[in-house]
C-alpha cells in the first residue's frame, strides 16, 4: 500500500515505524530533513519530484549478501526509466545516471536479525519535472530534461514500484546471477576509464571493470592490476567539477 503523506523529517525515518508492512511505501511531499549518503542531505522542492521508501522484509538474505538488494533497488529504478524512454545507468552504488548527471538517488538501511536482513528501508529521491536546481548541486538532471516532457509523478511512483517488486521477486527467488549480471551490464562507465580519489586524497585515472557481489567496486588501474574498493574506500569524481590529477586536462 503507497502512503502518500504531506510531510515528515526523512520517509526513511517513517518507515521505520512498526504500522508499516512488507511491500508499503511511503512517499511525501516534503523532507524537512531529507538525507543522502556518505553523510549529504536531500533537497528536494515540492510539487516537482518524488522522494519515497519503500519497506521490504528479505528475511532469508545473509547479511554478507544485502548489496544484492542494492542491485534489486538500483535496477528497478534503471528498468522504470526504460519504461519511460530513457536510458539510464547505475554509478556505482546506487546512483541513477542519465548520461553524466545524476537523475536519482537511493539510500538504503538495513535492521538485521541475527545473521539475515530482517527489514529494509529503500529510500529514492527521483527527480521528475524539476528543470532547475541550485547550482551548488554538481550534475543535477531530472526525466523532463532528459525527455523534453513533464511526466504524472503518481504514474512514475507506481512504475518505480512494480518494477522494484519484479527485482525483488528476482531476488527471492535466488536468481543471485541473473541480478549481478544485470547491475553489471547496467553500470556507469562500464570499460571505461575515469577519475577516482582515495579517502586520502590521491587521484587516479582507473577503468570499471565490474562490482563483486560483496559490492566492491572492481578497478582496473593503469599498470594493469585489478584493484577492489568498498564504498568508503573510494570516490567517483565528476570530471570538469572536480580536480584533475597531475597531467590531465
Ligand atoms: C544520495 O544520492 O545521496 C541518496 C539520496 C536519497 C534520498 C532519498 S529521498 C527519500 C529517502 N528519504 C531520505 O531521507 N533519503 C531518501
Known sequence: MIYHIRQTTSTNDEARDARYRHGDVVWAEWQSAGRGQRGHTWLCPEGLNITF??????????????????EVAALALVDA????????????????????????????????????????IAGIGLNI??????????????MALAAGREFDREEVLRCCIDHLMARYA??????????????????????????????????????????????????????????????????????????QPAGEH
Open 53 to 70: 521508501s519503500a519497506i521490504l522484509e528479505p528475511t532469508f538474505l545473509p547479511a554478507p549478501e544485502q548489496f544484492l538488494f542494492t
Open 170 to 243: 528476482q531476488l527471492e527467488a535466488g536468481d543471485r546471477e541473473g541480478l549481478q549480471r544485470d547491475y553489471r551490464a547496467r553500470m556507469y562507465r562500464l570499460g571505461e576509464r575515469h577519475l577516482f580519489r582515495l579517502p586520502d586524497g590521491t587521484l587516479f585515472q582507473a577503468a570499471v571493470e565490474g562490482v563483486r557481489p560483496t559490492g566492491e567496486l572492481q578497478l582496473r588501474h593503469d599498470d594493469g592490476t585489478l584493484h577492489e574498493y568498498l564504498f568508503r574506500q573510494v570516490e567517483f569524481l565528476i570530471e570538469g567539477r572536480d580536480p
Open 129 to 142: 519535472n524539476q528543470r532547475e536546481f541550485d547550482p551548488s548541486l554538481p550534475n543535477p538532471t531530472s
Open 81 to 120: 526509466m526504460r519504461d519511460y524512454g530513457i536510458e539510464a545507468r547505475i554509478k556505482w552504488t546506487n546512483d541513477l545516471y542519465v548520461g553524466d548527471c545524476k537523475c536519482a538517488g537511493m539510500l538504503i538501511e538495513h535492521d538485521l536479525r541475527g545473521a539475515n536482513l530482517a527489514r529494509s
